[in-house]
């Protein structure tokens, strides 16, 4: 930790504060980073579903899979904002991505790989599994729904 004031013990501590502490450092890094390719958080998910489904995938499909990340609001200004900048064609209820939308997907998908890295430094992977798996649980616990595909 960058603060040098000392910190009650861990078990102490409060889930929420660290978990909102950390979505935000997480969210400022990702965000920063993609905006360097000119690329946003949420063009980003859309770039993402569209590799996974280089034939095309319908809108509603893709509104549902990438809404949990974000307001639906945001998701359509991202579907939009990546058909202008040519990386998605719509045809009838299917957007297609363009070769340009794979380009810079790669582009981004390096990054991101990247950016994962840099998070998990330090970190097992069984430590992640488990801090993973605790969140979901404690989710479940206060009566929170979530998914993530």
Excluded: C, Y
């Excluded at 794979?102 to 488990?130: C, K, N, P, W, Y």
Aim: aromatic residues 6%; without cysteine.
């Amino acid at each position: 930790m960058d603060n040098e004031k000392p910190m009650q013990p861990a078990i102490r501590q409060p889930l929420g504060f660290w978990t909102a502490r950390a979505g935000e450092a997480i969210r400022n890094r990702t965000r920063g980073a993609l905006a360097g390719l000119g690329v946003s958080q949420p063009e980003w998910w859309v770039l993402h579903q569209l590799s996974q489904h280089p034939e095309g995938i319908e809108r509603a499909a893709m509104v549902e899979v990438v809404g949990p990340n974000e307001s639906l609001e945001a998701i359509e200004i991202a579907i939009a904002s990546s058909a202008s900048k040519g990386w998605l064609v719509e045809s009838g209820e299917l957007l297609v991505p363009t070769e340009a939308g794979f380009e810079i997907f790669a582009r981004a998908a390096g990054l991101q790989a990247e950016l994962q890295a840099e998070r998990m430094h330090g970190i097992s992977e069984e430590d992640f599994v488990t801090t993973i798996t605790v969140l979901q649980r404690t989710i479940k616990n206060v009566g929170g729904q979530a998914w993530h595909w």
